[in-house]
């Protein structure tokens, strides 16, 4: 017998068919004698219009209130999956966030789990029953419910698998595994059977968006075995690969991973952006008054390259923001003119990060030179470069976005096995 925490995604629980097919694939673990907690997204699109309807109501919106609405969704298939449970014989029960209670920070919006009680499931696996609970939403410090931030229901899952001390996670998706790169722009991007945590945080903060980033944290933190799979599987005959095991990719301590590649994965984002400062005085201090203000109005920079000054005066910086927060750090550093001198500043949100990912590169050298070379062939320019010891981000001009996520994909021969 084992524990097991199962999450279903919103493509998963789109429709009531597609719901009765995950209360399938629940019924079998729990006949094959397993305890198991579920965990559920809203259907594909609801968060969506549910957060369209906020910005309808007014731009401005309170966050309290935005969670009030996007918390909704799960509401909703959370009851339906324990409906469709019972209607197969299945003893189950829905829980929203609240009546556990998943406890979180004051960040509404984009709140952080902060703890979770775990009797209440431990109760519930002792009486056999199965708990679907509302994934996404928890219990801020003022009694209210928060939300996770976009495709938190994964990091709800993660929280509740090391909560309750669970075998695995396994994370239902709409395709059978993390693969090397986004599936959906290179046909033939490649199913990793394992993938180390550390890469998987870099895949998923680099842009790979099947697993929310505080997700990955969480499971390298508690050492949460994750497992990516598909829900399109037949519930009573999963696809199973040579070993006999479902089809997917495991999440687990580097240790476990016997062939470690060179380049595991490409990842990319289209929600950057841009802004250069040109002749900015060049003297101790500028960068914190420039920097300082912009984490202090919570924009997060990314990629950040000042020039060497070459009149001993003057410098250009350039950096990178999320594209949502552009206009407001636009505005910010425009605002700063006087306390800091500067020339000129522009920016652009025509820009897209491109970044190559491998726990390999911390022993090898020329991986970052065969990216370069490989898309100056292409003729795609290279903006700014950051490097850690596992991965390369390059920015680029957003209209070869997908040329250079297959390039960089062929070139380190990802397509092959
Ligand atoms: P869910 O609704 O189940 O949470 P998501 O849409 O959040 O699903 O995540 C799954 C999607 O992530 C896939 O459909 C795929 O297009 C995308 N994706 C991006 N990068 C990758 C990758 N490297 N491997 C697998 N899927 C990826
Ligand atoms: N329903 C939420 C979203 O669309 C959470 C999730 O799906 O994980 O972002
Ligand atoms: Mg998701």
Redesign the pocket.
């Known amino acids: 017998m084992a524990r097991l925490v199962m999450k279903?995604?919103?493509?998963?629980v789109a429709d009531l068919d597609r719901i009765r097919n995950v209360a399938r694939h629940v019924k079998r673990e729990v006949d094959a004698g397993h305890e198991v907690a579920v965990v559920v997204?809203a259907m594909?699109g609801e968060t969506n219009k549910l957060v369209a309807l906020c910005r309808g109501a007014s731009p401005l919106h309170d966050a309290r209130e935005y969670d009030t609405v996007v918390a909704a969704g799960e509401q909703v298939t959370c009851g339906l999956l324990a409906i469709a449970l019972q209607a197969m014989g299945v003893h189950a029960r829905s829980w929203l966030g609240w009546q556990i209670p998943i406890r979180t920070d004051a960040a509404h919006g984009a709140a952080r789990i902060t703890g979770i009680p775990a009797e209440m499931l431990l109760e519930r696996f002792a009486q056999g029953q199965v708990a679907v609970v509302a994934g996404f939403q928890g219990l801020a410090p003022d009694n209210r419910v928060a939300t996770l931030g976009r495709?938190g229901?994964?990091t709800s899952a993660v929280a509740i698998a090391a909560a309750v001390g669970a075998d695995r996670c396994d994370i239902?998706?709409?395709?059978d595994?993390?693969?090397?790169?986004?599936?959906?722009i290179v046909s033939n991007?490649r199913r990793l059977d394992k993938i180390a945590f550390e890469e998987m945080l870099e895949?998923a903060s680099l842009g790979?968006?099947?697993l929310q980033v505080r997700s990955v944290e969480l499971a390298m933190l508690h050492g949460v075995r994750t497992f990516v799979r598909s829900s399109f599987d037949d519930p009573d005959a999963p696809q199973a690969g040579p070993d006999g095991q479902p089809i997917g990719t495991l999440i687990c301590d580097e240790d476990e991973i016997v062939e470690k590649q060179l380049v595991t994965?490409i990842?990319y984002s289209k929600d950057e952006a841009k802004i250069t400062m040109r002749g900015v005085q060049d003297k101790p201090g500028v960068a914190a008054a420039i920097f300082g203000p912009l984490a202090d109005a919570s924009i997060n920079v990314d990629m950040i390259v000042q020039n060497i000054s070459e009149d001993g005066r003057t410098t250009d910086i350039t950096f990178t923001v999320p594209t949502a927060d552009f206009e407001r750090a636009m505005a910010l550093i425009k605002s700063l003119e006087g306390a800091v001198t500067m020339e000129s500043v522009s920016g652009s949100s025509d820009v897209a990060k491109v970044s190559v990912i491998g726990i390999g590169m911390r022993s090898h050298a020329g991986v970052a030179a065969k990216a370069f070379e490989a898309l100056a062939a292409r003729g795609i320019n290279i903006q700014l470069i950051t490097t850690s010891e596992i991965k390369i981000s390059i920015l680029i001009d957003a209209a070869y976005t997908e040329l250079a996520v297959r390039t960089l994909h062929s070139i380190y021969e990802l397509d092959k096995t």
Do not use: E, L, N, Q
């Open positions: 279903f995604g919103g493509t998963s997204s594909a495709g229901s994964d239902y998706t709409d395709v595994g993390v693969y090397t790169t986004d599936p959906r991007a895949m790979a968006k099947v994965g990842a």
